[in-house]
């Protein structure tokens, strides 16, 4: 039997096999859903593309907040102080965080962005402690391939 999932003829899966050879594109990072790796984001799909970046900077794994797991993403908008899903404060308003290095932290949120009682849909970071949060959880995801930063 193929070690790879194809899928069915009607359920075709990703015709993904192996070790991952390009880096992922990253859809969210410029707002529109229609960001392609490294355009103008970094997004990694193996140690290589850790170009201009330290690999104990990009975290790779977080807790998601409850109303925004919907899939197996984090989406992440590095061109603009927008959240789409949220991470979670379920630890005194902190959130773990695993990075590509290895090493994991609790990071603790400056602002109340990330409490909420009902799915917040998308927003904007509008307070001066939700825009420090926001750079923070978007600094720690990608960088801009044009000015270093975010966004």
């Given at each position: 039997m193929d070690a790879c999932y194809r899928g069915t003829p009607t359920s075709p899966g990703s015709g993904h096999c192996g070790k991952?050879?390009?880096?992922?594109?990253?859809?969210?990072l410029?707002?529109?859903?229609?960001?392609?790796?490294?355009?103008?984001?970094?997004?990694?799909?193996r140690m290589s593309d850790f170009r201009g970046v330290s690999t104990s900077d990009i975290w790779t794994y977080v807790d998601d907040d409850p109303w925004t797991i919907n899939d197996a993403a984090m989406a992440v908008v590095a061109a603009d102080k927008?959240?789409?899903?949220?991470?979670?404060?379920q630890h005194r308003n902190a959130c773990g965080f695993?990075?590509?290095?290895g090493h994991s932290e609790m990071h603790g949120w400056?602002?109340?962005?990330?409490?909420h009682t009902e799915?917040?849909?998308?927003?904007?970071?509008?307070?001066a402690m939700a825009q420090v949060d926001w750079f923070w959880w978007a600094w720690h995801a990608t960088r801009s391939t044009i000015?270093?930063?975010?966004?």
């Open positions: 991952p050879l390009f880096p992922v594109n990253g859809p969210w410029n707002g529109q859903h229609t960001h392609f790796s490294g355009m103008p984001y970094l997004t990694f799909g927008e959240f789409v899903d949220y991470c979670s404060h695993a990075f590509a290095d400056k602002s109340d962005v990330f409490f799915d917040p849909g998308t927003t904007q970071a509008t307070s000015t270093g930063t975010v966004p």
